[in-house]
């Protein structure tokens, strides 16, 4: 099982992004997945997550914000980051959860930065 995150970087402030997880190894349109990110010095947090039938749902804070998408033919979730703030900055982290069949899995993040 792989997750692999991708799209992180530096952007200004204002700028956005574009998130990609890739998995392999699951049955990906089984599995909701969900998005997290860790601030430095900071505990994770919820981002967003989508479920296997694509009902989405975001922390309040992100609302209007970020959008989570996914594509099951290419077992990928997606992220979009429009007007980013540097509070955004973190590692950002894909999880992939098959709910009531105790499989659940991370990937190993990707830095987004955002300088103000």
């Known amino acids: 099982v792989r997750l692999v995150e991708s799209g992180g970087g530096l952007v200004q402030a204002g700028g956005s992004l574009r998130l990609s997880c890739a998995a392999s190894?699951?049955?990906?349109?089984?599995?909701?997945m969900t998005w997290y990110r860790q601030a430095p010095g900071k505990q994770r947090e919820f981002v967003a997550r989508i479920g296997n039938g694509g009902s989405t749902f975001y922390a309040d804070s992100l609302k209007g914000r970020f959008t989570i998408s996914r594509d099951n033919a290419k077992n990928t979730v997606y992220l979009q980051m429009n007007s980013l703030k540097p509070e955004d900055t973190a590692v950002y982290y894909c999880?992939?959860?098959?709910?009531?069949?105790?499989?659940?899995?991370w990937g190993e993040g990707t830095l987004v930065t955002v300088s103000s």
């Open positions: 999880n992939a959860e098959w709910v009531g069949h105790g499989m659940n899995y």
């Open positions: 190894g699951i049955f990906f349109s089984m599995h909701t």
